[in-house]
């Protein structure tokens, strides 16, 4: 079945600084992958969505690219705000099995005046 | 639009206990999804309704957890004799028909079994 690998617990920064959360995912069929974002006490949102090969996708700052050929969809951010504190989670969805998501575990990301 | 509404927001239960978790999707959507939330585990896919209709219960264990969606605009989620391991932050999310699966979640529902 489908499966997605992320950073795993808590990644702490000083604010200003670059982040990049990773994921890495498996499917047999043709991916749909979403970088989604929970900030304490709030619903998880999306933060950025794509299916598109090599393309960057960008929303709030973060920045994510679709690699196929590594099954890779990191997501990035050149300078991390206290704002972003928040927990991470890479998701996917094929295009043969609407309705479903897999979530990777979620990753923290403290940051740090 | 007030988003999907869950309720109640925290519940406790004794073991062994029946607990009945609510949903109000958004209006106009048609799938309906819930999700369990542990440290542990992330989040984790328990079932899915679209139109209403029951799709994919895959995630559900068979023997205690049952859903159903009576109707657009509400769905429930019951587990029967709750145990320990059942604590968790049960999440409801809707999507609109050809969204490419963006979800749009509740705030969910905190359930501790003692």
């Known amino acids: 079945g489908d499966s997605v690998t992320q950073t795993e617990g808590l990644v702490t920064l000083t604010k200003g600084l670059p982040v990049m959360l990773n994921c890495t995912y498996q499917?047999?069929?043709?991916?749909?992958l979403f970088w989604y974002v929970q900030h304490l006490n709030e619903a998880p949102k999306l933060l950025l969505k794509s299916s598109t090969d090599n393309k960057r996708t960008e929303h709030q700052g973060f920045y994510a690219t679709l690699h196929k050929s590594s099954s890779s969809f990191h997501l990035q951010k050149s300078s991390v705000q206290l704002s972003d504190s928040a927990l991470y989670f890479c998701a996917l969805t094929s295009t043969q099995v609407v309705g479903q998501l897999t979530f990777g575990r979620g990753t923290r990301l403290q940051v740090y005046a | 639009n007030a988003g999907v509404i869950q309720t109640p927001r925290h519940k406790v239960t004794g073991k062994g206990q029946e607990a009945t978790l609510w949903c109000e999707p958004i209006s106009g959507h048609s799938a309906v999804f819930w999700y369990r939330q542990t440290i542990v585990q992330g989040l984790e896919f328990l079932t899915y309704?679209?139109?209403?209709?029951?799709?994919?219960d895959s995630g559900m264990p068979k023997e205690r957890f049952s859903a159903q969606m009576p109707n657009q605009s509400h769905s429930t989620l019951k587990i029967q004799s709750t145990q320990p391991q059942d604590s968790a932050v049960y999440l409801c999310?809707?999507?609109?028909?050809?969204?490419?699966?963006?979800?749009?979640f509740g705030h969910g529902t905190k359930l501790s079994v003692l």
């Open positions: 309704f679209r139109n209403q209709a029951p799709i994919d």
């Open positions: 499917t047999t069929y043709s991916p749909f």
């Open positions: 999310a809707s999507s609109h028909p050809g969204a490419n699966e963006r979800l749009f």
